[in-house]
């Protein structure tokens, strides 16, 4: 069975028109074209697809069930065409972004909307989940770029964004929440809430407090960050959080940071290939910009003190800006799964 593009692009304007004439006229075809398309449909699929006698009536069963498969077909077809145009331009088409939790900030949130706003034909899927999960995705080509935890994987090219510190997040009613700097050494023998599924997460708080001989207890028991922000509002436990976050915590929660602090993170923007696509690479040019320029929206509450960006040296810059499409400031840089905590 032989079936053409054109006559599906012709059964689903019928359908929708149960009308030849205006269905003609959508296509700007002559009626006959049209009735001769839907005629070699219905013979090679072998069945008739309209209920007609002097006029239309409706759809067959057989056409019921083609309509959405055509449909589908018909969109996808269009879809495709508008990306390979918009590629052959140098346009964005579409941009698949994957960020890992504590790299959804206001800044990348800020990009994004500026990104739209300058291309709106541009499809964006972003998804958010962990570092294995991510790197496995950017792998296979499900997403396009990541947000997230350096990698040592050698097939994956990297830019280093910022970084961020961790600190804990209490119930506001907890006596540890009054201080704008809490010791280490006043979490010892507190449960420490985790993600169930996450191996990383929180790995690093409870690497920093056994090195300061502080014992915490791990409980993976959330499913989910608004389950693990539950449990801390239910007194259950502190959960470590991203600063970067803070002021995004649900009501009656509060994220404090900690002395002597840990190990700052770092935030990389990572791909697989040689050179990103054309809407990966403006998506970048964009975020850069908004880190460069507005450092508030990835300020610290709590009265903590701005967030430090961090920029490998210009020689490093220059050796991979080569191979992407992105043009980098003079204080640009350029940075397997992470082995850290989330």
């Known amino acids: 069975m032989s079936i053409e593009l054109r006559w599906l692009r012709s059964f689903v304007a019928v359908a929708d028109e149960m009308h030849f004439s205006r269905a003609a006229r959508r296509l700007r075809l002559a009626q006959p074209a049209l009735t001769a398309q839907i005629r070699h449909l219905e013979q090679q699929i072998g069945t008739p697809l309209f209920e007609r006698t002097n006029r239309m009536r409706g759809l067959t069963i057989a056409g019921r069930a083609l309509l959405p498969e055509a449909r589908a077909l018909v969109e996808r077809s269009d879809s495709l065409s508008r990306m390979v145009k918009q590629a052959s331009l140098g346009e964005p088409g579409f941009l698949r972004l994957g960020?890992?939790?504590?790299?959804?900030?206001?800044?990348?949130?800020?990009?994004?909307?500026?990104?739209?706003?300058?291309?709106?034909?541009?499809?964006?899927?972003?998804?958010?989940?962990?570092?294995?999960?991510?790197?496995?995705?950017?792998?296979?080509?499900?997403?396009d770029l990541m947000i997230g935890r350096p990698s040592a994987n050698q097939a994956l090219k990297q830019r280093r964004l910022f970084t961020e510190e961790q600190g804990i997040v209490l119930n506001e009613d907890d006596p540890l929440a009054k201080l704008p700097l809490i010791p280490v050494a006043n979490l010892a023998d507190r449960r420490l809430v985790l993600l169930r599924d996450n191996p990383h997460f929180g790995q690093l708080l409870l690497a920093h407090a056994a090195k300061h001989h502080v014992r915490l207890f791990p409980v993976h028991i959330a499913e989910d960050f608004p389950s693990l922000h539950w449990l801390v509002r239910a007194g259950l436990g502190i959960a470590p959080c991203s600063l970067l976050l803070a002021d995004g915590l649900p009501r009656g929660l509060t994220a404090?940071?900690?002395?002597?602090?840990?190990?700052?993170?770092?935030?990389?923007?990572?791909?697989?290939?040689?050179?990103?696509?054309?809407?990966?690479?403006?998506?970048?040019?964009?975020?850069?910009?908004?880190?460069?320029?507005?450092?508030?929206?990835?300020?610290?509450?709590?009265?903590?003190?701005?967030?430090?960006?961090?920029?490998p040296n210009r020689g490093e810059s220059a050796s991979l800006a080569s191979s992407t499409q992105i043009q980098t400031e003079p204080k640009a840089g350029w940075g397997k799964r992470g082995t850290r905590a989330q």
């Open 256 to 311: 404090n940071r900690i002395k002597p602090a840990p190990e700052k993170l770092q935030v990389n923007a990572i791909w697989k290939g040689t050179d990103l696509s054309p809407s990966a690479a403006k998506f970048l040019q964009i975020l850069c910009a908004n880190i460069r320029g507005r450092r508030a929206g990835l300020g610290y509450s709590n009265g903590a003190k701005a967030l430090s960006l961090a920029w």
């Open 99 to 143: 960020v890992i939790p504590p790299a959804a900030t206001t800044t990348v949130a800020r990009s994004l909307r500026r990104f739209i706003k300058e291309h709106p034909g541009t499809e964006l899927a972003v998804r958010q989940g962990g570092q294995d999960l991510l790197t496995d995705e950017l792998l296979i080509g499900d997403i």
